[in-house]
């Protein structure tokens, strides 16, 4: 069947009643237009997902369609701001319509356990290539930031670490595995909405795992002008990544590789208990360190404790 442009948002995109009051205009005009109350503040982001460098291009696009929103709703969860709005844009090289269908299951799905409303857009030919925009509105009177850690407080971190790394390994058929966890984790990751809300009144800084670890803990700790010793021992590790770094001795893939999109944060060690409460024990987290006053991040493990690079994934960085 033939779509033009407008044809295919009717058809895929304009699917949800207003939802929210402050949505004054949704999609159909030039703009979307948002009616905010007076002291409300809004948190925005952006992240595009291009084909063949942050996903293989025969991904289920139900996936896809999840992971585009799963990836800002991420950094919205990250400085503790609740999700509303979003805007995707998408670059097709054609209009399948099998695929466009199973794309939007996957970001509804999504949009709607969060109730976050698609106001807008766009639709242009080209490269595969999605980028989404998402808005909430911050709850507290402080979003977290990537500073404010002081040495002496914890370091942690929700879920698994390591997993779509693995999950990576997996689907480039560098390694077998039949657990389903690692390629979930890469393709479908959770978003921790929930938890970063409850999180914003305990934390000292946070931010969401994107580009690996020791990459983003590196950024708390630049920021915050501390540094940090990592327990490797202590890293939560599911047990697919676990297997793995047994048979691989790649002790570095929950510290290095990306895509996990689970929070670290640090906070003092007497919000434990709390937090734990706040969060009713739905998403797990763990302290893996501390934060110290000296500079750089190091590492323990077996008994020894060494510098290690606060590096991972950048696109204009060396490859590896
Ligand atoms: P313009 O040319 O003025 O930018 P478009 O014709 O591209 O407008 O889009 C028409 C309407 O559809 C706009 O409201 C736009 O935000 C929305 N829209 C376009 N593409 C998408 C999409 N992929 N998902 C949701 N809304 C979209
Ligand atoms: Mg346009």
């Not at 407008?6 to 237009?33: L, N, S, Y």
């Not at 370091?155 to 997996?170: D, M, N, P, R």
């Amino acid at each position: 069947m033939a779509h033009g442009e407008f044809a295919i948002i009717e058809r895929f995109f304009i699917r949800q009643p207003i939802v929210h009051p402050a949505t004054e205009i949704g999609i159909g005009d030039d703009c979307a237009v948002l009616h905010l109350p007076k002291s409300s503040r809004i948190a925005l982001t952006t992240d595009t997902l291009v084909s063949e460098v942050h996903f293989l291009p025969d991904v289920d696009p139900r996936r896809l369609g999840h992971k585009s929103l799963a990836v800002n709703l991420s950094d919205l969860a990250a400085m503790g701001a609740a999700p509303r709005w979003a805007l995707l844009s998408l670059t097709l090289p054609e209009v399948d319509a099998n695929w466009l269908e199973s794309f939007a299951t996957g970001f509804f799905r999504l949009a709607e356990r969060y109730r976050v409303q698609l106001i807008g857009g766009d639709t242009t030919r080209g490269p595969l290539s999605v980028t989404v925009q998402a808005l909430g509105v911050l709850a507290s009177a402080q979003p977290m930031r990537r500073f404010g850690a002081r040495p002496g407080e914890g370091i942690y971190v929700t879920g698994y670490l390591g997993s779509a790394g693995l999950g990576l390994k997996i689907r480039l058929g560098e390694f077998v595995c039949p657990d389903p966890e690692p390629i979930d984790r890469l393709e479908v990751p959770e978003p921790r909405v929930g938890f970063g809300a409850a999180l914003s009144r305990f934390a000292s800084a946070c931010i969401d795992i994107s580009d690996g670890l020791a990459a983003d803990l590196g950024h708390i700790l630049r920021d915050s002008g501390v540094g940090a010793e990592v327990h490797w021992e202590q890293l939560p590790l599911s047990p697919a990544v676990r297997h793995y770094v047994e048979i691989s001795g790649d002790v570095e893939l929950p510290l290095t590789a990306g895509d996990d999109y689970e929070l670290c944060f640090t906070m003092a060690r007497q919000h434990e208990e709390s937090l734990r409460q706040a969060v009713g024990g739905g998403v797990p987290f763990t302290r893996i360190g501390s934060v110290e006053a000296r500079p750089g991040l190091r590492l323990s493990r077996a008994g020894k404790c060494e510098d290690f690079p606060m590096r991972g994934y950048d696109h204009f960085g060396p490859q590896p």
